[in-house]
């Protein structure tokens, strides 16, 4: 299947401070998904973006979906304890089914109080 | 809000073993997907069904196999669990291309 980098892997920041993560593939994607997933639970969904160039926030959170629709990056802005977790990048392909989504291998974000 | 329910947060099974893992979503999705989470590895598909009695393989299908017998529950089989399948397993259903509404996992340990 197709290959999703994400990077960092993980981060050890301390409250307060800025984080941002990215995804890149070799081959290009028409939706971007960015999941957070809390300690022991199922990863919830944060920003979907749909469109090459798209610049999205939810909060503190703010995403880009890049224009050659193969990277996207999540920024979190002034991070609280809470912000803790895995964060996951995932793309939808325009080719085979619509249904498949690519994951990258998550960040792990620890905040330091 | 979505409700999909793993029916075991955590499950102890023996290599050999024959091992169901049962999801249900209360929101009348076609979209059912099970996936497996390892360190490193992210999330990658096994299974994944649009409607009943239908089924397409994932990006890792060996070991496994799937039944969905109506529409808002997809089981997860492990004909002969082995130690390699010990991981976490998460659950997703979605309506049409909307994004995916995963459970909370289940891990699953097999010695």
């Known amino acids: 299947g197709q290959q999703l980098n994400q990077s960092p892997q993980s981060m050890f920041i301390q409250e307060g401070e800025d984080v941002s993560m990215n995804c890149t593939s070799s081959?290009?994607?028409?939706?971007w998904l960015w999941y957070k997933q809390d300690p022991g639970e199922g990863p919830v969904l944060l920003i979907a973006?749909?469109?090459?160039?798209e610049l999205t926030s939810n909060g503190r959170l703010t995403a880009q979906f890049g224009i050659t629709r193969k990277d996207s990056f999540l920024n979190i802005s002034a991070s609280i304890p809470s912000d803790v977790g895995i964060y996951f990048c995932?793309?939808?392909?325009?080719?085979?089914?619509?249904?498949?989504?690519?994951f990258g291998s998550g960040t792990q974000l620890t905040v330091l109080p | 809000d979505v409700k999909v329910t793993q029916s075991s947060r955590y499950l102890v099974k023996r290599t050999g073993e024959k091992v169901f893992l049962e999801c249900v979503q209360d929101?009348?999705?076609?979209?059912m997907f099970w996936y497996r989470q390892d360190p490193g590895l992210g999330l990658r598909l096994i299974y994944f069904?649009?409607?009943?009695?239908?089924?397409e393989k994932g990006d890792i299908p060996e070991g496994y196999s799937v039944s969905r017998e109506k529409k808002e529950r997809f089981s997860l089989i492990l004909e002969s669990a082995s130690t390699n399948q010990t991981s976490m397993y998460l659950c997703?259903?979605?309506?049409?291309?909307?994004?995916?509404?995963f459970g909370n996992g289940t891990r699953l340990t097999v010695t």
């Open positions: 997703a259903s979605s309506f049409m291309n909307s994004p995916l509404h």
């Open positions: 081959s290009i994607f028409n939706t």
């Open positions: 973006l749909y469109k090459a160039g």
């Open positions: 995932a793309g939808q392909s325009p080719f085979g089914s619509a249904r498949q989504l690519t």
């Open positions: 929101m009348d999705h076609e979209n």
């Open positions: 069904s649009y409607d009943v009695k239908m089924k």
